[in-house]
């Protein structure tokens, strides 16, 4: 199946920071979509993106769909603790559009 | 609340015995996904519904679990003679039939499997 890499595999930042994670992958994707899960919890959709190039925002959240159509980025702005979580990209794929995953993003934000 | 709904959220369970969990996915979407994730992993897709026809199962799928969507609206899946290494949370998500929507898919808040 499909690989997505995601970096960092954590971070620790400050109450008020901005933070960059990136996905990539080897194979190309013309849907990148961005989840965040809390413990216990499913994965909630963020944002999704449908065009090489496109940038989207969802309040403090910003993410980019890569020209190449092999990455996406997103981006936090004036993080605060409900940020806290993992962050996931997915991508779907195949006649059924089943999502594939990378490993996630995990965000921890000192008050 | 009109989101996904799973049930049970928590399931413990001996090593051997039989589980069902069941998804109510969306009222309007119609296709139905189901999804394992384990520890420091991303979901892993595991069956995939359109209506009330499974069409798509993935290897992961051992010949132990099955999944049933009998009239197209909610689905249940059955774990036979559980392992250890069935623990982990069983993920359902639903999407609309057609248009961007049909890339979008809303996760349920999971079942938490348990194997002692």
């Known amino acids: 199946g499909q690989q997505l890499n995601q970096s960092p595999q954590s971070m620790f930042i400050q109450e008020g920071e901005d933070v960059s994670m990136n996905c990539t992958s080897s194979?190309?994707?013309?849907?990148w979509l961005w989840y965040k899960q809390d413990p216990g919890e499913g994965p909630v959709l963020l944002i999704a993106?449908?065009?090489?190039?496109e940038l989207t925002s969802n309040g403090r959240l910003t993410a980019q769909f890569g020209i190449t159509r092999k990455d996406s980025f997103l981006n936090i702005s004036a993080s605060i603790p409900s940020d806290v979580g993992i962050y996931f990209c997915?991508?779907?794929?195949?006649?059924?559009?089943?999502?594939?995953f990378g490993k996630g993003t995990l965000l921890t934000v000192n008050p | 609340d009109t989101g996904v709904s799973q049930d049970p959220r928590h399931k413990i369970t001996k090593r051997g015995q039989n589980v069902t969990f069941r998804c109510d996915p969306i009222?309007?979407?119609?296709?139905l996904y189901w999804y394992r994730q384990t520890l420091g992993q991303g979901p892993e897709f595991l069956t995939y519904?359109?209506?009330?026809?499974?069409?798509?199962k993935s290897r992961l799928l051992s010949d132990r679990f099955s999944a049933e969507r009998p009239k197209g609206s909610f689905s249940t899946l059955e774990i036979q003679r559980t392992e250890q290494g069935d623990s982990a949370m069983y993920l359902c998500?639903?999407?609309?039939?057609?248009?961007?929507?049909?890339?979008?898919?809303?996760f349920g808040p999971g079942t938490r499997l348990t194997v002692t």
């Open positions: 194979s190309i994707f013309n849907t």
């Open positions: 997915a991508g779907p794929w195949g006649s059924n559009y089943k999502l594939t």
């Open positions: 009222s309007e979407h119609n296709r």
């Open positions: 519904f359109q209506n009330e026809a499974q069409l798509e």
């Open positions: 993106l449908y065009k090489a190039g």
């Open positions: 998500a639903s999407s609309l039939p057609t248009g961007a929507g049909l890339f979008e898919q809303y």
